[in-house]
């Protein structure tokens, strides 16, 4: 993994995102004189220049060769669904979260496609990273006369912070199997990431001389950052260091309720007016215009605001509406004066159908009030977190009625939305990029340990843990020894675990310790029901020549930025072991 304050002349960003991905980039030279300075990629969307690229994949029918991305992708399944050629194909849409839901993640987690073909989730990733990663270095050949050297580059991988540890590295492994050196890879927090770039922005108005200017936020400012993306709102708490630096003040927190929420009541809402099998029909007979369909919302739900006073027009594709009327036989007005929405939708004439503004503001009531009420939680306890600013980032940061509703909600914060909201987090993660020990300080987001046993305490540890050696001793097994505990405030590369052990077969070259995590600080037994099984940490290389008992190895973890670093030494002979963490078993 890469070092702190890298000193490659590249530094290459990739946001994967929920629903848009892109890429950002840097040369050192730039970065020296103005950080800020950041190459970002602009895609062609057919109707003009759009910076992220929607995360769609289309992989040809052998499964295994990725034929094209975004709104290239989206275009030309279409094509293929009208010619009725795309049965064999594989198109990935918004796959992303299934890796946030999916709690047993393993190498070989399977998800869907659009109609339901099956295809190993790491595959798909890696191969939208390398078209990616191929795609930033084709465009920065076209810049520089010479010739960029894979080991020039360091690359940074934004995740959203509230994923877990098995996700983060899932990420890292499919970015390997896309052609990064896992020595030249960084995962940046995607709330961290908009941090730091917000602290290198203008944003806080300050008065001197008489005169007033706009600078960054001020040491000892403390302030919220809301990552609000399309799959989920990431949320960290940030506090300006006297050097500019930050420390995060609570551990990140959040949940999916991203603008996919939004997108999903306005797909419950063509459900309840033309029924769930012909939207599913629409959907698999006529995608192109499914896609479509769903563009044309994404622009309008943008325009929505608390203050809407005009109603929406959508146009039906013709597709669904001959759908619509071979499986039901009613015109759609005679469907709608069936539904709730009898009152407030209206069909126009040239396939059109009237929404209320009510109706529109409706899609966004479960994302916002999920994103309030976990916000609420800070801001009545602000004699506790001190928060003075909320910063707004992501693309669903650009929607007036979320930025209102943390207006309403959060009345003593000072919301902000940055220039280039939906850039922060890329940007960001190149800065990262070259300064990964900005965040100074990070909050522990679990308890960390170790399993272990210890002498047997007849009346305090249960029967049925107990444990009788050869030598007759009697331990406790199953026991909880933690290293790290949940809310603990770390730096940046600062030792959080060593420990002294060897193999436990005289046949072994390696020794295993079996991490566990806890979400509260007091557990006892890794049998809790707080307490979860995180991966093992394994070391390798050790001299079989020597007795078991001298085949002793120091282990050091290392919390740095994202993530624990380990460092294993024989203790004999002072030679550096592998040792890596797995959480992917």
Same mark, same amino acid.
């Given at each position: ?220 400012? =403390? ?99 001959? #759908? ?41 009531? =479960? ?89 047997? #305490? ?15 001793? =009697? ?39 079996? #991490? ?9 037994? #890794? ?59």
């Amino acid at each position: 993994m890469a070092s702190e304050n890298s000193t490659k002349i590249l530094v290459a960003a990739i946001d994967f995102g929920t629903t848009f991905s892109s890429w950002a980039c840097s040369f050192r030279h730039d970065y020296e004189k103005d950080p800020t300075k950041i190459l970002v990629r602009e895609w062609n969307s057919g109707v003009g220049i759009s910076s992220k690229a929607p995360t769609t994949a289309l992989i040809r029918p052998d499964g295994k060769t990725l034929d094209s991305i975004g709104y290239n992708a989206e275009d030309k399944y279409g094509r293929l669904a009208e010619n009725d050629e795309h049965k064999d194909w594989y198109y990935f849409r918004r796959f992303k979260m299934s890796l946030f839901k999916d709690k047993s993640l393993t190498r070989n987690t399977i998800i869907d496609d659009e109609m339901g073909k099956k295809m190993a989730a790491i595959k798909v990733i890696s191969l939208v990273i390398r078209y990616l990663k191929d795609d930033l270095c084709e465009q920065v050949k076209l810049k520089m006369a010479g010739a960029l050297l894979p080991e020039d580059i360091q690359w940074v991988l934004s995740v959203p912070a509230i994923w877990n540890d098995k996700a983060r590295q899932f990420m890292r492994e499919a970015a390997v199997q896309a052609g990064i050196s896992d020595k030249q890879l960084l995962i940046a927090l995607e709330p961290e990431a908009a941090s730091l770039y917000c602290r290198r922005i203008p944003l806080e108005l300050k008065e001197s001389g008489g005169t007033s200017s706009i600078v960054p936020l001020s040491p000892g400012t =403390r302030y919220i950052v809301v990552d609000a993306g399309g799959g989920t709102i990431d949320i960290t708490i940030h506090e300006v260091l006297e050097d500019g630096n930050v420390k995060e003040i609570h551990k990140a927190t959040g949940g999916a309720w991203g603008g996919q929420e939004v997108d999903k009541a306005f797909k419950q809402f063509l459900i309840k007016i033309f029924g769930n099998p012909v939207v599913k029909q629409f959907k698999v007979e006529a995608m192109e215009d499914y896609v479509g369909l769903f563009r044309d919302f994404e622009l309008k739900k943008r325009i929505v605001s608390p203050n809407l006073n005009e109603d929406v027009t959508f146009s039906i594709p013709v597709s669904l509406l001959e #759908i619509f009327k071979e499986n039901s036989g009613e015109t759609l007005s005679e469907a709608i004066n069936q539904t709730q929405f009898a009152t407030n939708v209206r069909v126009l004439k040239g396939n059109k159908l009237r929404l209320d503004q009510s109706i529109m503001r409706g899609f966004f009531d =479960r994302s916002l009030r999920s994103v309030c009420d976990h916000l609420q939680t800070f801001h009545e306890d602000n004699e506790k977190y001190g928060i003075s600013v909320a910063l707004l980032v992501g693309g669903f940061a650009e929607s007036v009625m979320l930025r209102e509703a943390i207006r309403e909600n959060c009345s003593t914060w000072k919301v902000l939305v940055p220039d280039g909201a939906s850039l922060a987090v890329l940007k960001g993660a190149v800065l990262y990029g070259y300064d990964q020990s900005a965040i100074v300080y990070r909050v522990a987001r679990y308890t960390y340990g170790v399993r272990t046993r210890r002498d047997f #305490i007849d009346g305090v540890h249960p029967e049925e843990y107990l444990v009788v050696n050869d030598e007759g001793e =009697r331990f406790c097994k199953h026991m909880f020894a933690p290293f790290l505990t949940e809310g603990t405030l770390v730096r940046y590369n600062q030792i959080v675990y060593k420990i002294g052990g060897n193999p436990s077969d005289s046949k072994n070259d390696y020794l295993n310790i079996s #991490i566990y995590a806890s979400t509260v600080k007091d557990a006892k037994f #890794i049998t809790n029901e707080c307490c979860f099984f995180l991966g093992n940490l394994k070391v390798t290389g050790l001299d079989t020549s020597i007795p078991r008992s001298q085949r002793k190895v120091d282990v050091t973890i290392t919390h740095k930025g994202t993530d624990l670093h380990v460092h294993a030494t024989d203790t004999r002979s002072g030679r550096k072991l592998n040792a890596y963490i797995d959480l992917l078993d």
